[in-house]
């Protein structure tokens, strides 16, 4: 059973940096493709980042050169550092795991930057 506990989200000015953490518990993230997804209010839930087997990385082209992603193998965590926070960076983000036969989300955390 794959179980994904995220933290570190919370209320921040924009410009502000917060960093996301993402423990991973029945899985090995370095193993595997981890990303971190965000849901605003009324829209899509849509991929931020993500990191392959490979150290290989995608971002979403708003986060580009303001986000971060990274893991810690010795700790089994995927962590988001979000810098230069804009507004429109406020939604829930999602930790997400991306097995071949199956896919897990973490329950999410807020993430909310005031003008």
């Known amino acids: 059973q794959v179980q994904l506990v995220e933290s570190g989200g919370g209320l921040v000015q924009a410009g502000g940096s917060l960093r996301l953490s993402c423990v991973a518990f029945?899985?090995?993230?370095?193993?595997?493709?981890m990303g971190w997804y965000r849901q605003a209010p009324g829209k899509q839930r849509v991929l931020v980042a993500d990191i392959n087997t490979g150290g290989r990385i995608n971002y979403a082209d708003s986060v580009k050169g303001r986000f971060t992603i990274s893991r810690d193998s010795a700790k089994n965590t995927v962590y988001l550092q979000m810098n230069s926070l804009k507004p429109e960076d406020t939604a829930v983000y999602y930790c997400k795991f991306d097995g071949l036969t199956f896919n897990s989300w973490g329950q999410g955390t807020q993430v909310t930057v005031s003008s």
């Open positions: 029945g899985v090995i993230v370095s193993n595997n493709v």
